[in-house]
């Protein structure tokens, strides 16, 4: 390397920011003292498609979560990213974390199958990509509001590469507007550090499977590392029922006894 006037070798021009190997951003993991943090991080992956079908929902669920928060007292830390194509998500992402450091939680909100997600306007991305995406954040929850996202085989990539994720959340079926409603009150439940009692989620999962016609699987980490045969079959026959069961209450078929 050439030196300066000074006599010094010059120093390297730093890298542009954009992604890293395998997909990666370039946005450092390490949180700076005196970084706030945010209770929730919302993702909307490809705004413009998201307004154009009626699925921007960002806007309405950080307003209900603010009033909430508010009610309880306990006002909440929210910021939306909506994406354009790959380097607008990944430039908000960088400004995000370097204003916030961390987010508790992230929802994150797209068109999506059982294998991946549509990121930005131009990339679409496979489930264990996407994760590196929110990974710099360190979350501990994470709700996914997109169709076919909470089969084993989607949380299973997304919670390997995300090592601080205790539990995610996503429905196996579609996503539907009542879908939003329950994942905002969990996620209202999380940024408060509430504990959850047992029946409440029962009741609150019955409600949507019946009122709302969906339905939404919690998985934990302790769930995700059991890898036997009978665990993974169980668990892809469990999400394979659950779309049955969303297809059925949507066609009105429930059969009457």
Known sequence: MPPDRTGRPARRAPKARGTGGAGRPIVSAKRRTGQPGLDLLIIECDAAKLEADGLAVADATALGLHLAGCASRKPLRIETVRAGDLADLVAQLGRVKETFGTARSVLLI?????????????????????????????????????????????????????????????????????????????????????????????????????????????????????????????????????????????QGAVPRR
């Open 110 to 250: 797209g068109h999506s199958n059982a294998t991946g997600i549509r990121l930005a306007s131009d990339r679409g991305a496979a489930w264990s990509v996407a994760a590196r995406y929110i990974e710099p954040f360190r979350p501990t929850h994470v709700a996914i509001l997109a169709c076919l996202a909470g089969g084993r085989e989607a949380v299973s990539a997304l919670a390997t590469e995300l090592p601080t994720v205790r539990e995610v959340v996503a429905s196996p079926a579609k996503a539907t507007t009542p879908a939003v409603v329950y994942l905002a009150g969990w996620l209202l439940m999380k940024a408060c550090r509430t504990a959850i009692p047992p029946d409440v989620k029962i009741t609150a999962q019955a409600a949507l499977a019946v009122l709302g016609r969906n339905v939404v699987f919690h998985w934990t980490r302790r769930e995700l590392k059991e890898t036997t045969f009978e665990s993974i079959l169980g668990g892809q026959l469990l999400a394979a029922g659950a779309r049955v069961l969303v297809d059925v209450l949507r």
